[in-house]
């Protein structure tokens, strides 16, 4: 049996871009709102590491090894988009760029800590969890 595929030209020109969602963001909902600019595994830790300087992208990938590179730009992209964060580049030919906390990204501060907070407060219970669930498996 022979399968044939039909491949768009531009299916290996692949960049990068902000995920046209299929469900519109809800303007009148602050929550939704916060959640779209915030929302993510990655974005409340990424302005939490901004918080004490400016970044390049291969040192928030240390400090955040199990985010994919791909997962990491998009959500730093996203970021840059909703003016949460900024990129400066600094050598446009080796690709050297760095990000940094905007005035707005520092509002959301009080928020990641209290979210940092929650998290510690919430450990023991967590681990209780963890330990239940494999006691059971």
Known sequence: M?????VSPNF????PAM???KIPIDINCGFR????VMGGKWKPYI???????PKRPSELQRRMPDASERVLAQQLKELVEYGVI???????VCKHSEYSLTDLGRTLIPIIE???????DFR?????????KESEG
């Open 47 to 53: 302005i939490y590491e901004l918080l004490d300087g």
């Open 19 to 21: 995920y046209n969602k």
């Open 12 to 15: 290996c020109n692949f960049a």
């Open 2 to 6: 022979l399968i044939i595929f039909a």
């Open 114 to 120: 209290q979210l940092r907070n929650w998290g510690n």
């Open 86 to 92: 900024q990129k400066q580049v600094i050598d446009p």
């Open 124 to 132: 023991p219970k967590m681990m209780e969890i963890l330990k239940e």
């Open 33 to 36: 709102i916060a959640i779209e």
